[in-house]
């Protein structure tokens, strides 16, 4: 699921404040652009992760792949 972040491409948004965000079908990723402190030891400054929507992501999808699945046996399983 964390793929989506690499695969689909963020939304820029410009209202508001600078960011990123990432994620499919909902954006659970956002990453502020913010001016960074060289000397910085936190990776994840910076970035929000919405753990509802991340999980909602996962749900959402996984329904979408087992149906799927679901479809292509049973069609198989016709033409036998």
């Not at 087992?66 to 479809?71: A, R």
């Given at each position: 699921?964390?793929?989506?972040?690499?695969?689909?491409?963020?939304?820029?948004?410009?209202?508001?404040?600078?960011?990123?965000?990432f994620?499919?079908?909902?954006?659970?990723?956002?990453?502020?652009?913010?001016?960074?402190?060289?000397?910085?030891?936190?990776?994840?400054?910076?970035?929000?992760?919405?753990?509802?929507?991340?999980?909602?992501?996962?749900?959402?999808?996984?329904?979408?792949i087992?149906?799927?699945?679901?479809?292509v046996t049973?069609?198989?399983?016709?033409?036998?």
């Open positions: 699921m964390l793929l989506t972040i690499l695969i689909f491409p963020g939304h820029h948004v410009t209202v508001g404040a600078a960011r990123t965000e994620g499919f079908p909902f954006r659970f990723v956002t990453q502020y652009h913010n001016e960074i402190v060289e000397g910085h030891r936190w990776f994840l400054r910076g970035i929000r992760i919405d753990l509802l929507y991340f999980l909602l992501d996962v749900a959402i999808i996984y329904v979408i087992h149906g799927l699945l679901y479809f049973k069609l198989k399983s016709q033409k036998k």
